[in-house]
């Protein structure tokens, strides 16, 4: 008794597919893109004191969202600084009491 052969059938058979040889890319005379090698960002001693103070100011009115501030000041509310916020009427420190109030 002979043992069959395991190959599949399929293995054997051709496709109907005809093989078609890949096009070769075309060269061109770019230069390869690459990332753009730019220095940090130095900052001054003030810019960075005025950033710090940005960040401390929006921890003490609770880390609020973008659509609080709407709420609060309106739709110029997120680009306003927190001095023309405080002019407008509501620092930082009491921010939370008057979102919970227009809420």
């Known amino acids: 008794m002979t043992k069959k052969s395991k190959r599949s059938k399929r293995?054997?058979?051709r496709s109907k597919q005809s093989k078609v040889p890949?096009?070769?890319?075309?060269?061109t005379n770019a230069a390869p893109k690459s990332t753009p090698t730019t220095a940090p960002v130095t900052r001054s001693s003030s810019a960075r004191a005025s950033i710090a103070e940005g960040t401390r100011l929006y921890a003490l009115a609770g880390r609020p969202s973008k659509a609080d501030f709407i709420k609060v000041y309106g739709p110029q509310g997120p680009r306003m600084t927190w001095a023309q916020r405080a002019e407008a009427g509501v620092d930082a420190k009491h921010f939370q009491e008057v979102l919970k109030a227009k809420s």
């Open 11 to 13: 293995t054997t058979k």
């Open 22 to 27: 890949a096009r070769p890319v075309k060269q």
